[in-house]
């Protein structure tokens, strides 16, 4: 009896968490990515190294070749794959403080040029770098 109980409760939790983790851009009317996992997001052929990074975007970009916005789950975490260039130019010039913490780093050890990568600085780092590039 405790067993289906707390079978029908590890359900009822699944359902939950993923309705309320997984639906983020179709409540924003954002088409989403197909293959999303629970808890692995689309992430888990990354995850177990069965596709490379660049692959996973190259495929998400393709299914969608006329889709402005297409949004994805970095794990349980909703990320944006913004294709319209209007949208962004606005991004990376006027509204760019709410956009400068992309996700992604890049440790300087390890990487010395990618870590200088506009697209991977932050805050102060970003702007200096910008400066550099900006006519």
Not at 6 to 32: C, M, N, Q, R
Not at 48 to 53: E, M, N, Y
Not at 56 to 72: C, H, R, S, T, V
Request: charged share 20%; net charge neutral.
């Amino acid at each position: 009896m405790w067993l289906y109980i707390a079978l029908a409760l590890i359900a009822l939790l699944y359902y939950v968490f993923k309705s309320l983790k997984y639906d983020h851009w179709e409540k924003k009317g954002v088409p989403t990515a197909s293959r999303n996992e629970w808890f692995f997001g689309h992430f888990k052929p990354i995850i177990l190294v069965k596709k490379h990074l660049i692959e996973f975007y190259e495929a998400m970009y393709k299914e969608f070749p006329d889709a402005p916005l297409i949004g994805y789950y970095m794990m349980c975490v909703p990320a944006l794959m913004v294709k319209d260039m209007d949208i962004i130019k606005t991004i990376l010039i006027s509204e760019f403080s709410s956009f400068n913490s992309n996700g992604f780093t890049v440790d300087k050890n390890a990487d010395p040029i990618a870590a200088t990568h506009p697209f991977v600085l932050k805050g102060e780092e970003w702007k200096s770098a910008r400066a550099q590039v900006t006519p």
